[in-house]
C-alpha cells in the first residue's frame, strides 16, 4: 500500500517537477546575453589539420577572425597536447620524429605596419620552431626567411635566414602571400642557408643563397647562390644619380652557381657558375636526375633566351631555341616548371612563341591607345584582356626522353591548348586538349566543348579520339582508358586505348547518373567519377545514391557495390582521398563512405568492401555536419575529423577504427554566454502541390507564447545545412543568422526550385508559401517579416516585394533588376558575357531575349517597382565582378522617382561579396539597424533619416539612433 501511495503521489507531483524544470531552464536562457557586434574577431574556428605518418601526431589550427590563433600539437598515444600560439607551415618530417613550424610576429605587430605603411624590415622576424617528439623539447630558431623539409627523406630541414643587413630584402617581400614560393620572388637577396640532420644534429651552412630544394626523398638539396652586389661609396652613388642611364647598354646579372649536396655526407657538386638567373630546381622521385630553367641573356635584354638544363649520374643536356625540332621561332618557357614522369624516363617542361619585345622607344601621347573589337575574335576582348597576363605567360607542353635527353618533342601548340599527363608521365603518349571550335559559342552557352586527341610523346603526332565533348574526361591510372561523361545524353563511356573502342557504361540500367533534382534550361551534371580500381580493372561512377563498379573490359555487367542500400534509405554516398600517392582502390580492402541523409540531413561514415556488393557497414551516423574532411594517417589505423551541430562548434575528433572517438578541442567556450539557437527542418506543401524543405532558426529562449519577428533568407537550396554551425560573423553580405536568432528573431530559410523560363514565379511560389504556412503558428508576427537575399537572393528579394505586401522590411544585396540590360553586360570578374547566365545557367530564362522578350520583361522586377510597398536597403558595389552594379542604380533611381523608401548601400572599391573586413562590420550594423527599425519598432540611424552627405564621407557613418523617422 505504501508503495502504491508514493507512486500516486508522484504521478500527480511529475507535471510540477515538469513544470519547474521548464522554468528553470527558461530561467538559465533568460540569463544569458544576446550576440553583439563586438564578439566577431575573438570567435574561434578550426583550421587544417596535419597528422604524422605514425598517426601518433596530430597537429591542427584553432584561428579566430582577426588576431592571433594557435598551433596545438596532440598526442595520441599519451593523449596530451601542446599549444603554439601564433604558429603556421607546420609540417611532420617522414620519420615522425620531428614536429616544425614558423612563427609569426603578433598580428597586432602587422596590422600596426600594414596601418602605418612603415617598412616591412620594421617588424620581427618569423622563429622556426623545431619539436622533437620524442623528448618534447624544441628549439627555437629566430630570423627565419623560409624553411622546407623533404616529403619523404627522414628528418632533414633546410632554413634560409633573413639578411638582416640588407634590409632592403624584407621591402621586396610580400608578407601577405606566405606560400608563395621563393622562385617566384626575383628580388631575394642571398642569405644563409642552413641544412641539418636532425636525427644526427650535423649542420651545414652555405653562404649567398637565394634558392634551394630538396628531392622527395632527401636524398639531395639543390641551392643556388648568388655573387652579392660590391657596396658602393655614397659619393659614387650621387655621382650615378645624376649621369643619364644608358639603357643599350647589356646590364649583366650577378653571378649565380647551381649545386647538389648529397645529403649523406653534404659533398657539394656545383653544376653551373654564370652570369645569369637560374630557378625552377626540379628533382625526379629518386633524387638521381634533376632539372632546371634559366638564362644567360642580359638582365634588361627586352626578350631572354631561356635554357633547360639536365642532369644526371651520367647524362648533361642544355636544350635552348636552337635545340633539334624546337618549333620555329619557338623558345623555352620560363613560367612553367620542369616535371619529371614518376619513373624518371620523361621530362615535362614548358615551350612557348619568342616573344615580341616591346618597343621602348615609342612615344605614348604619339599614338591611340584603343581596343579592337571584332565579331571574328574567338574570345571577347572583355575575356582576351582579363586573360592577358596569364596568356603573355602561356607555355605549350614538351617532352623528353632522359634517355635521349638532347632531343625534345612539342606536345601542344596555340591549336592545341593544353596536355593532360597520363599514368603519373610514365605512359608514351599524352591527352591533348583543344576548344578551339567552341570558344565564340562559350559566352551564350557558358560551355567548351573540347576536343580530345592522343600524343605520341616521341613523334609528337596527335590521334584525334573525341570530337566537340560536352562533358568531363579521366584518363585511367594506369593510362589504358579514358573515361567520360557525356552531358548531352547522360551516359559513361570508356574508350580503349589499345583496342581504339568505345564502350557505353551504364548501357541497359535504368537509374539516372545525372542530376535527377537538376533545374536549369541545360544538361544536367553527372554526379561524378570517384575513382578506378587497381590495374585499370574497373571504374567507380555515383548515381544520385549509391556507387556503381563498371568493369573496363566490356564483358562483365556492372554492380551496385553499395546494393542499393543508398537510394532504399534516401542516402548518399562518397568515397575518400585518404593516401594521395594510392591512385587507385583495392577491391578487396575497407572502403570508408561519407554518407548523407537527405531526408534528415545526418551525416556519418560507413564501410564496404567493392569485392563484396553487400550493405555498407555503419560506423558512425547522427544529427551532425561533418565526416567530409577525413583524415588518414598514412602508416597507421588513426583517423581524425571534425563534426558540428548548429548548437556546437566544429571540434577535432580523433578515432582508432572508428569504434570509439576522443574529441581533442573544445572551441568557443564563450558561446555558453550567449543566448544561442536552434534549428527545425520545416516541410510544406507549395500552392501548386510540389513538396518543399527550409530550415527554421529560433532563439535558444524561444517563447511559443510570444510573437517574434522572422527574418526570410533564401539561395536557391540550403536545408542540407540543417546542422551547420554558423559562427556570429561581419559576412560579406548573407544574412548574419547567429546574430538575428540571439538577438530575437526567427530566421527562415526556404529551399526553391524552378520552372524554365520563370525564376520569379517560382520564388514567389515557394518562398511566399513557406512563409505562409510558418504564418499560422502564433508566434510568428505576420505584421513583422523580413526578406534579405544577397546575388541570386537579391534578385529574388527584388522581384518578391513587387507582387505583394507581404514583407514589411528588404534587403537585396547586389540585386539584377532589369534582365534586359544585364543580358548583354559583362562578369568583369572573368570578362565573360552575361548571356550564358540567361539562357542556360542560373536565371534559368532558357531562351535569347530575342525569342522570348516577354520572359525577360516578365521576370525583370525593374518594369514592376511601382507595385512596390515595401521599404527596401540595396547593397550594390562599383567593383562588382559578377552583376554589373548599375543594376543597383537602376533599382534605385526607379524607386526613388516613384517616391518609395529606398537606400542604396555602395562600399567603394570592394566586390560582388565584400572583400574588405572594415565594410563587413560595416554591413552588419546597417543591418541590424534597419530590421530592428521596422521589424523591432526601434528608433531609426541617421543615415536612414537623414543620409549622409559627400561632405560627410568617411567622418561621419550615421549610425546614431534618432527619434526621426525615415
Not at 228 to 235: A, G, S, T
Request: charge should be positive; include cysteine; aromatic fraction near 12%.
Amino acid at each position: 500500500m505504501a508503495s502504491s501511495y508514493k507512486n500516486s503521489i508522484m504521478l500527480k507531483l511529475r507535471p510540477l517537477i515538469l513544470c519547474t524544470f521548464l522554468l528553470i531552464i527558461n530561467y538559465i536562457s533568460a540569463q544569458k546575453k544576446p550576440l553583439d557586434h563586438s564578439v566577431y574577431d575573438a570567435w574561434q574556428s578550426v583550421g587544417s589539420r596535419l597528422m604524422s605518418n605514425d598517426g601518433k601526431w596530430l597537429g591542427y589550427y584553432v584561428d579566430v577572425q582577426e588576431g592571433d590563433g594557435n598551433l596545438y600539437l596532440y598526442s595520441t598515444t599519451q593523449k596530451t597536447q601542446q599549444k603554439f600560439p601564433r604558429a603556421s607551415k607546420l609540417f611532420f618530417t617522414s620519420d615522425s620524429k620531428f614536429a616544425l613550424f614558423t612563427v609569426k610576429p603578433f598580428y597586432k605587430d602587422i596590422k600596426a605596419v600594414k596601418d602605418k605603411k612603415l617598412k616591412k624590415d620594421k617588424l620581427t622576424k618569423d622563429s622556426l620552431y623545431i619539436v622533437n617528439l620524442s623528448t618534447q623539447k624544441t628549439e627555437k630558431l629566430a630570423n627565419i626567411k623560409s624553411y622546407k623539409a623533404p616529403l619523404k627523406g627522414g628528418s632533414f630541414i633546410a632554413y634560409l635566414l633573413e639578411n638582416l643587413k640588407d634590409k632592403s630584402s624584407d621591402a621586396a617581400k610580400d608578407d601577405d602571400k606566405e606560400d608563395a614560393k621563393e622562385d617566384d620572388d626575383k628580388n631575394i637577396k642571398p642569405s644563409e642557408l642552413v641544412v641539418v640532420n636532425l636525427a644526427t644534429g650535423k649542420k651545414q651552412s652555405f653562404q649567398n643563397v637565394v634558392k634551394y630544394q630538396f628531392s622527395e626523398n632527401g636524398k639531395q638539396l639543390a641551392f643556388v647562390t648568388q655573387k652579392p652586389e660590391e657596396k658602393k661609396d655614397p659619393k659614387d652613388k650621387d655621382k650615378e644619380k645624376d649621369k643619364p642611364k644608358d639603357k643599350s647598354q647589356p646590364k649583366k646579372y650577378a653571378l649565380q652557381s647551381v649545386n647538389l649536396v648529397n645529403l649523406e655526407n653534404f659533398g657539394v657538386n656545383k653544376l653551373i657558375e654564370e652570369e645569369g638567373s637560374f630557378a625552377q630546381l626540379t628533382f625526379d622521385q629518386s633524387g638521381t636526375q634533376f632539372a632546371l630553367t634559366g638564362t644567360t641573356s642580359a638582365e634588361n635584354d627586352l626578350v631572354k633566351d631561356y635554357h633547360l638544363y639536365y642532369f644526371s649520374k651520367n647524362k648533361k643536356a642544355v636544350l635552348n631555341q636552337k635545340s633539334p625540332k624546337m618549333p620555329k621561332d619557338w623558345v623555352i618557357s620560363e613560367y612553367q616548371a620542369p616535371n619529371f614522369s614518376k619513373d624518371g624516363k620523361q621530362l615535362y617542361f614548358g615551350v612557348a612563341p619568342k616573344p615580341i619585345a616591346k618597343d621602348t622607344a615609342l612615344i605614348v601621347n604619339d599614338h591611340a591607345i584603343l581596343d579592337v573589337w571584332s565579331y571574328k575574335d574567338d574570345y571577347l576582348k572583355t575575356i582576351q584582356l582579363k586573360n592577358l597576363n596569364k596568356d603573355l605567360k602561356k607555355s605549350y607542353d614538351a617532352v623528353l626522353q632522359t634517355e635521349k635527353p638532347e632531343t625534345l618533342t612539342a606536345l601542344s601548340h596555340p591549336k592545341m591548348d593544353s596536355i593532360a599527363i597520363i599514368n603519373e608521365g610514365n605512359a608514351p603518349y599524352s591527352l591533348g586538349i583543344s576548344n578551339n571550335d567552341s570558344r565564340a559559342d562559350f559566352q551564350w552557352t557558358g560551355v567548351e566543348k573540347k576536343t580530345y586527341y592522343l600524343v605520341n610523346n616521341i613523334s609528337g603526332e596527335a590521334t584525334e579520339f573525341l570530337k566537340n565533348h560536352n562533358g568531363i574526361i579521366y584518363p585511367s591510372p594506369l593510362g589504358k582508358f579514358m573515361v567520360y561523361f557525356n552531358r548531352e545524353n547522360g551516359n559513361w563511356y570508356a574508350y580503349d586505348i589499345d583496342k581504339k573502342s568505345t564502350t557505353q557504361l551504364n548501357k541497359g540500367l535504368a537509374v539516372k547518373f545525372t542530376d535527377e533534382e537538376f533545374d536549369m534550361p541545360d544538361y544536367p551534371n553527372a554526379y561524378g567519377l570517384e575513382g578506378f580500381t587497381d590495374k585499370d580493372y574497373s571504374v567507380i561512377i555515383k548515381d544520385r545514391y549509391d556507387l556503381w563498379e563498371f568493369f573496363l573490359d566490356g564483358k562483365t555487367a556492372p554492380k551496385n557495390i553499395t546494393n542499393g542500400f543508398g537510394r532504399k534509405n534516401k542516402i548518399s554516398f562518397d568515397t575518400y582521398q585518404l593516401d594521395k600517392d594510392i591512385r587507385s582502390f583495392n577491391r578487396t580492402n575497407d572502403m570508408y563512405l561519407f554518407a548523407f541523409n537527405e531526408d534528415n540531413k545526418q551525416s556519418g561514415i560507413f564501410k564496404t568492401k567493392i569485392a563484396t556488393s553487400k550493405n555498407p557497414e555503419l560506423l558512425q551516423m547522427g544529427d551532425f555536419y561533418g565526416y567530409k574532411n577525413l583524415v588518414k594517417a598514412k602508416n597507421a589505423e588513426v583517423y581524425t575529423y571534425t563534426k558540428e551541430t548548429y548548437q556546437q562548434a566544429p571540434n577535432v575528433y580523433i578515432s582508432d577504427h572508428f569504434k570509439t572517438e576522443n574529441k581533442i578541442s573544445d572551441i568557443n567556450p564563450q558561446q555558453s554566454q550567449y543566448n544561442w539557437g536552434s534549428t527545425e527542418l520545416i516541410s510544406w506543401t507549395t500552392p501548386k502541390g510540389y513538396p518543399s524543405k527550409g530550415i527554421l532558426y529560433k532563439p535558444e529562449d524561444f517563447d511559443p507564447n510570444k510573437k517574434y519577428p522572422m527574418i526570410v533568407y533564401f539561395y536557391e537550396k540550403l536545408s542540407d545545412g540543417l546542422n551547420r554551425y554558423i559562427a556570429p560573423a561581419p559576412t560579406p553580405s548573407r544574412l548574419n543568422i547567429s546574430y538575428f536568432v540571439s538577438n530575437g528573431y526567427l530566421v527562415f530559410a526556404p529551399d526553391i526550385s524552378y520552372e524554365d523560363g520563370h525564376p520569379g514565379p517560382s520564388a514567389v511560389e515557394y518562398i511566399n508559401s513557406g512563409v505562409e504556412y510558418l504564418k499560422k503558428n502564433s508566434w510568428v508576427n505576420g505584421k513583422k517579416i523580413g526578406i534579405q537575399g544577397q546575388s541570386w537572393g537579391g534578385y529574388q528579394v527584388s522581384y518578391l516585394i513587387t507582387q505583394n505586401d507581404l514583407y514589411a522590411a528588404a534587403w537585396a544585396g547586389a540585386p539584377v533588376v532589369n534582365m534586359t540590360s544585364a543580358y548583354g553586360g559583362i562578369r568583369w570578374s572573368s570578362g565573360m558575357n552575361r548571356q550564358f547566365q540567361y539562357e542556360k545557367s542560373q536565371s534559368r530564362i532558357g531562351k535569347t531575349l530575342w525569342e522570348a522578350p516577354e520572359l525577360y520583361l516578365e521576370n525583370s522586377p525593374l518594369f514592376h517597382l511601382d507595385k512596390v510597398t515595401t521599404p527596401v536597403v540595396i547593397m550594390s558595389n562599383d567593383k562588382d565582378g559578377a552583376v554589373p552594379w548599375y543594376q543597383g542604380i537602376e533599382m534605385f533611381t526607379a524607386l526613388r522617382r516613384l517616391d518609395k523608401k529606398v537606400w542604396l548601400l555602395n562600399y567603394n572599391n570592394d566586390d560582388h561579396n565584400l572583400t574588405k573586413r572594415q565594410n563587413k562590420k560595416d554591413i552588419q550594423i546597417r543591418e541590424q539597424q534597419f530590421f530592428d527599425y521596422y521589424l523591432k519598432d526601434t528608433k531609426a540611424p541617421v543615415w536612414m533619416t537623414r543620409g549622409i552627405p559627400s561632405t560627410l564621407k568617411g567622418k561621419d557613418w550615421g549610425f546614431e539612433l534618432t527619434d526621426e523617422k525615415p
